[in-house]
């Protein structure tokens, strides 16, 4: 599965990620792209989006997207602080369905 985690997560998260192909947007060449731009440059190309954006889901219509999107609720993007929830990244990144939005803390 191709996973990609959003430009304000720290690079480190990926080598976190085993068995997926993790990138994070600046890899990607997206860095800076906004929100509705960058679901659209997602599409067809991951099938995953991680982010600690809680507000996404509210400001994009993500239940028609070809992707899944795990939000992190992390109380920052340190990698000291989104490391503890690797584990349950990995269990949500093995059920997630494209369109769903889920959140973990």
């Not at 890899?27 to 997602?42: E, F, K, S, T, Y």
């Amino acid at each position: 599965m191709r996973v990609i985690l959003d430009e304000c997560l720290p690079k480190r998260l990926t080598r976190e990620l085993p068995g997926y192909d993790a990138v994070t947007v600046p890899m990607a060449g997206w860095a800076g792209v906004q929100n509705g731009d960058l679901l659209r440059q997602i599409t067809g190309n991951f099938e995953a989006f991680v982010t600690i954006d809680g507000n996404l889901a509210r400001q994009q219509n993500t239940g028609k997207l070809p992707f899944g999107v795990v939000v992190l609720g992390a109380s920052s993007n340190k990698i000291e602080d989104t490391r503890p929830l690797i584990p349950k990244i990995l269990q949500t990144l093995q059920a997630l369905k494209p369109g769903q939005v889920i959140r973990i803390s």
